[in-house]
Structure formats: structure tokens, C-alpha cells
């Protein structure tokens, strides 16, 4: 038996991103931020079809993207953030809370969300993931857009996926 293979092209042209970022910890935001934008370039998003909002912290993230998602004019979002370790409980609060606020949206709104809210010990382990982070999560945002985009045109009356369900 063989089963027919989705995978998608990464390809962003004509695709609408919303991003969503954090200002707390800033110069990491900040760099998340453009490693993202050049990536969605690189693959052919136009920087007019990006909204980037702007919210004092992680904790904040879920709630704009809910907001954004309700509008239905994005193909994929990015959540964008810093939650950096530091000698209190709070950290493992806003690193929780804010990825499962993500994960809710995503999955309340039908919409593909990349995750790069970055948890860390210290500053500088922020700083040293914060280009791969952001170029990774456009990556991660058009590659999903593009697969829920398959997904919305697979034909329900084609019998090939019945027989594959039924195996």
C-alpha cells in the first residue's frame, strides 16, 4: 500500500502574514522580528501583505492574534516574544500561558500560527537563537499556510482517500 504524500512548496507569493510581537526584552524581539521579515522575503511574501502588531509582552501575544484571526485576512500568523529565566516563578507562568494561548488560537480560529516566543536561561542564549527563530518561524508560517491551502482543496468524494481512511 502507498500512501499519496502532501508536502508544501515554500513559496509566499500573494500569501498575508500577520505578525505579533512582544516589546519586552527588545533588542531580541527586535531581531526576531527582522530575521523574520527577511526570511517571508526571501520567499516571496511582499512586505505590504505583512501587518507586524506591536504588545508589551508575552502574556499579550494570544490576544492579538485571536483578534487578527477574527479578521480571516491572514493565511498564517507568528507570535514573536522573549520570556527570559529570571529568580522567580514567573517565568514558567508567561512561558506556559502565552504557548498555550498560542496553541488556542490556532486551533479555535483554524488558522496556522508559528511559535517563535523564545524561553531561555539568559539574554544571551536569546540573542544567539533569535536570527534562526525568526527566519524559522516564517518558514514554519508559509509552509502551513500552504498545506492548509491543499487540505481545503482535497475533494471529499474522492474515493482514493476513502480507501486510504479505510486501510
Known amino acids: 500500500m ?4 502532501f508536502e508544501a512548496i515554500v513559496d509566499g507569493a ?3 502574514v500577520g505578525i505579533v510581537q512582544a516589546r519586552f526584552n527588545a533588542p531580541v524581539c527586535e531581531q526576531l522580528r527582522q530575521s523574520c521579515l527577511d526570511a517571508l ?6 512586505i505590504d501583505d505583512v501587518v507586524v502588531m506591536t504588545v508589551p509582552g508575552a502574556l499579550e501575544i494570544p490576544g492579538v492574534l485571536s483578534k487578527l484571526a477574527q479578521t480571516m485576512q491572514f493565511d498564517a500568523l507568528i507570535a514573536i516574544g522573549a ?3 529570571g529568580e522567580t516563578y514567573h517565568f514558567e507562568v508567561v512561558a506556559n ?3 498555550a494561548g498560542i496553541r488556542q488560537v490556532a486551533l479555535e480560529f483554524d ?5 517563535a516566543v523564545l524561553t531561555t536561561d539568559t539574554e544571551q542564549q536569546a540573542m544567539a537563537r533569535a536570527a534562526e527563530k525568526g527566519a524559522e518561524a516564517a518558514r514554519v508560517a508559509v509552509e502551513m499556510a500552504e498545506l492548509y491551502a491543499v487540505i481545503d482543496q482535497l475533494d471529499p ?3 482514493s482517500l476513502d480507501e ?4
Not at 522575503?41 to 511582499?46: E, H, I, Q, T, W
Not at 486510504?164 to 486501510?167: E, G, P
Open 83 to 85: 520570556v527570559i529565566r
Open 111 to 115: 488558522v496556522p500560527i508559528a511559535n
Open 97 to 99: 500561558e502565552s504557548a
Open 41 to 46: 522575503g526571501a520567499m516571496g511574501v511582499s
Open 164 to 167: 486510504a481512511a479505510n486501510d
Open 157 to 159: 468524494d474522492d474515493e
Open 2 to 5: 502507498e500512501a499519496e504524500v
Open 14 to 16: 500573494g500569501m498575508r
